[in-house]
Nanobody
Framework: QVQLVESGGGLVQAGGSLRLSCAAS????????MGWFRQAPGKQREFIAS????????HNVDSVKGRFTISRDNAKSTVYLQMNSLKPEDTAVYYC????????WGQGTQVTVSS
């Protein structure tokens, strides 16, 4: 069983930055693909980025446009999402997920960007 716990969310002004962290339990973390998603009120959950065990990444260019960067530290069983140049439309609950078919999910962390 794998548990994922997100942290780092909060309130930030437009143009600011935040770094989200997702700590994973379980010895097999390094082998999992990990990803970040978000869900804004009244909207469907949206894929942001993913990263394989070897560090290959994929970003949702349309929504983050180079502002967000995913990374991971396998030694710490942690995946990160660096978010720069935040906009009010980035306000959402951010979730990390992992495993095949995104089997594992965290509880989410709120990010609020004020204008």
């Amino acid at each position: 069983q794998v548990q994922l716990v997100e942290s780092g969310g909060g309130l930030v002004q437009a143009g600011g930055s935040l770094r989200l962290s997702c700590a994973a339990s379980g010895r097999t973390f390094p082998s999992y693909i990990m990803g970040w998603f978000r869900q804004a009120p009244g909207k469907q959950r949206e894929f942001i980025a993913s990263i394989t065990w070897s560090g290959d990444t994929q970003h949702n260019v349309d929504s983050v446009k180079g502002r967000f960067t995913i990374s991971r530290d396998n030694a710490k069983s942690t995946v990160y999402l660096q978010m720069n140049s935040l906009k009010p439309e980035d306000t959402a609950v951010y979730y990390c997920a992992g495993g095949n078919d995104w089997r594992y999910w965290g509880q989410g962390t709120q990010v609020t960007v004020s204008s």
